[in-house]
Every structure is written in C-alpha cells, then in structure tokens.
C-alpha cells in the first residue's frame, strides 16, 4: 500500500553517508580512470510517485525495505538501475462526482559518481510546460533542496535551483515533475513520464554532468552524460461515451436510410 503525505524523508544522513561512501572510493580511482574513460554511467539513488498524496518511495530509508510498486504505476518499460525508460501511471475515477488530481515522479539520478563525485551536476530545463503542469529541479533534499518536501507537498514550485549560474561548479541533482488536472465521473488518465538520454521533443528537465568525458581527458563532454525527464498526460474518452455516441450516430443512419427508402 501506498504512503500518504505524512511520510517524511528520514535517513538522510545513512543515505548521505552510503553517497559519500561511493564517491571517495571513486576518487580513489578517479587518477587511474581519467586517460581511459568510457561512455557515462548514469545510475538511480532514488525514484519516488505521488498519486494524489499517496506516496510511492523507491529507496530504503532507516533499513526498511523499498515500497512496493502499486497496481496503478507500469515500470514494464522502466529499468530500475539506471532510471532509464518509461514510467505510466494510470488513474480512473470511480467516485460519483469529477476529482481533482495530482500525480508526480520524482528521481535522484547519479552520473559518473564514482570517477567525478555526485555534486558535480547540473540542470536545465527546455520547451514550455503545458497547462497543469509542474516541475522543479533542485538538490533533493540531504542539504539544502526543498524538491523532495514540495513533491510530498503536491507543490513543485517550477524552479531550477541548480543551474549553472547559481552553481556554476554544480551540485546533487534531482528532478520532479507532475500533473495538476481533473477527472470526470468514470474518467482515466494515463500519465507517462519519459527519462531518456537524448534529447526530447517538448517540454523537458535535463540533469547533467559536464564533468563527464568521452573517451579521455582531451575528449569533449561525454554527449551521453544527461538524463532527459519528459511527461504526458492523456484522458481518453470513456468507453461507455464513446459507444453512447456511436451507437446513437448508426441508429440515426439506419433511420435516415429508412426514411429515404421509403416509397
């Protein structure tokens, strides 16, 4: 069963340490690494969904293990170690009356940590955001972010917090981004959230590390070092509606033919 709002984010300074952890050992290689990198690794910390307040949370926090995933979210199509691929979340109103709602992902993703740290990143964002749409970029949450307490909050404040001319030596990275919008009596929405490693079409979040480099040292920034986070939403006419209609449009043609048949 999914989490409500109340959850809040503990574990912080085991998580931090089991980050840091990973980065000074990577440090320790990074000499050895550096003449003969290869293609950037991109790796997930976290992931996390909030449907309508109840909350999703992939990562182990003071030694419990990680939620299990609901019935409403699809990861067929999503690979869990690197944070690449698809995600779809599907809603359906069953109350007797429209509901407003909100669904969000967020994802703490880490790229090249263990040759150039995990705060080393930035983000950037491209396109306009649709209608009901929200997003927010920010550290997530171990120092000073508040991404993770507004993705809680059902409240993305639509800000990028790590960009480049505010850290322009970068920092942790994390990005969310959901949906505001309502549903009629007996309504589904089909939400799917994207996080690709090329560039979109659309509105999207880009994290990045501009550390990352292609080959070696004298190689440009490794093209393959962004995680691309895009989302759509889709509420498709209910099938009861749509039959409702065209059964009334064929009858309304056979009574048409009859009429124009008629002797």
């Known amino acids: 069963m999914m989490k409500n709002s109340s959850k809040i984010k ?18 320790v290689l990074m000499v050895f690494l550096a003449s003969g990198a290869s293609a950037a690794t991109i790796g997930l910390f976290e992931w996390a969904i909030n449907i309508n307040s109840a909350i999703m949370d992939r990562a182990v926090v003071d030694g419990t293990p990680f939620d299990p995933i609901p019935p409403e979210v699809d990861v067929t199509s999503f690979d869990e170690l690197s944070g690449l691929g698809s995600i ?9 009356s429209p509901t407003d709602n909100f669904v969000a992902a967020f994802f703490d993703h880490e790229i090249d940590e263990s040759i150039n740290t995990f705060f080393n990143e930035n983000g950037e964002t491209g396109g306009v955001a649709a209608a009901g749409q929200s997003w927010e970029i920010d550290e997530p949450g171990y120092a000073f972010g508040d991404i993770f307490d507004n993705f809680l909050a059902s409240t993305l404040d639509n800000i990028n917090a790590i960009n480049t001319t505010n850290y322009s030596f970068g920092e942790d990275v994390s990005m969310a981004m959901g949906w505001n919008f309502v ?7 089909v939400l799917t959230f994207n996080l690709t490693i090329t560039e979109p ?9 501009p550390e990352s480099i292609a080959g070696d040292v004298f190689n440009p920034p490794d093209p393959d070092a962004n995680v691309y986070l895009s989302s ?26 009859r009429r124009r048949n008629r002797p």
Request: hydrophobic residues 45%.
């Open 183 to 189: 549903l009629g009596v007996g309504e589904t929405a």
């Open 88 to 96: 779809i979340v599907t809603l359906t109103n069953m109350e007797a």
């Open 201 to 209: 079409t659309g509105f999207f979040l880009r994290h990045f590390d």
């Open 10 to 27: 503990s574990g912080v300074g085991r998580n931090f340490m089991r980050k840091i952890t990973g980065t000074i050992f990577g440090l």
């Open 232 to 257: 759509s939403l889709r509420i498709p006419e209910p099938f009861t509606t749509t039959m409702l209609l065209l059964a009334g449009g064929y009858i309304g043609l056979l009574g048409f033919n």
